[in-house]
């Protein structure tokens, strides 16, 4: 992480919740598609802009709704939506520098597939079950956030926004913890 510059650019912000979970949040190993991604574009009004080369892309899926105490509460951390392997190669070839969901993990995973009782997600590649993870990390240089607060970004329907991520730059880390911030307006 000593490596990772300050991101400062623009974002997008994509409703999965309202698109693709009908209001609802999403369900345990429930895929954002690259289809989804493109309707969601269109239905926010962002068709035409797109995603753009050095975007930050935010997938809010609603399931940050069942954020609890991981200590006391093992639902959240246990399961979740997430992109699809397709999606995956859709936002890399788009170039984005990072993604964020409202999710433990990118790659969407299925009730009991951490316990090895339930397979990976539909269009995982084979014997590659964090598919999506792999890719935009190693392949696409693709920044992950986990754990993104999106509601109040979502629900004032701040589709574009500046956005700031600051990585603590700590030597010879993986991994580091940021506190995104999103500077836009509000669409009610």
Request: with cysteine.
């Given at each position: 992480?000593?490596?990772?510059?300050?991101?400062?650019?623009?974002?997008?912000?994509?409703?999965?919740?309202?698109?693709?979970?009908?209001?609802?949040?999403?369900?345990?190993?429930?895929?954002?598609?690259?289809?989804?991604?493109?309707?969601?574009?269109?239905?926010?009004g962002l068709a035409?802009?797109?995603?753009?080369?050095?975007?930050?892309?935010?997938?809010?899926?609603?399931?940050?709704?069942?954020?609890?105490?991981?200590?006391?509460?093992?639902?959240?951390?246990?399961?979740?939506?997430?992109?699809?392997?397709?999606?995956?190669?859709?936002?890399?070839?788009?170039?984005?520098?990072?993604?964020?969901?409202?999710?433990?993990?990118?790659?969407?995973?299925?009730?009991?597939?951490?316990?090895?009782?339930?397979?990976?997600?539909?269009?995982?590649?084979?014997?590659?079950?964090?598919?999506?993870?792999?890719?935009?990390?190693t392949q696409a240089?693709?920044?992950?956030?986990?754990?993104?607060?999106?509601?109040?970004?979502?629900?004032?329907?701040?589709?574009?926004?500046?956005?700031?991520?600051?990585?603590?730059?700590?030597?010879?880390?993986?991994?580091?913890?940021?506190?995104?911030?999103?500077?836009?307006?509000?669409?009610?």
């Amino acid at each position: 992480m000593d490596k990772v510059p300050p991101i400062v650019t623009t974002a997008v912000l994509l409703d999965a919740k309202t698109y693709v979970g009908k209001d609802e949040p999403m369900k345990p190993g429930q895929l954002v598609t690259a289809a989804d991604i493109q309707g969601m574009l269109k239905a926010q009004g962002l068709a035409r802009r797109g995603l753009l080369p050095g975007d930050v892309l935010y997938v809010h899926t609603g399931w940050g709704d069942f954020w609890r105490d991981p200590d006391t509460e093992k639902f959240y951390y246990t399961k979740a939506p997430g992109l699809s392997y397709d999606a995956a190669r859709y936002i890399g070839e788009r170039r984005i520098v990072a993604v964020a969901l409202d999710t433990p993990f990118v790659d969407p995973v299925n009730e009991g597939q951490l316990q090895g009782k339930a397979g990976a997600a539909a269009g995982t590649p084979q014997s590659l079950p964090f598919a999506v993870h792999h890719h935009m990390l190693t392949q696409a240089g693709i920044h992950h956030i986990e754990n993104a607060n999106l509601s109040e970004m979502a629900r004032d329907k701040v589709w574009t926004s500046c956005t700031m991520i600051l990585p603590a730059l700590e030597k010879g880390s993986a991994g580091s913890a940021v506190r995104p911030v999103a500077i836009g307006v509000p669409r009610r």
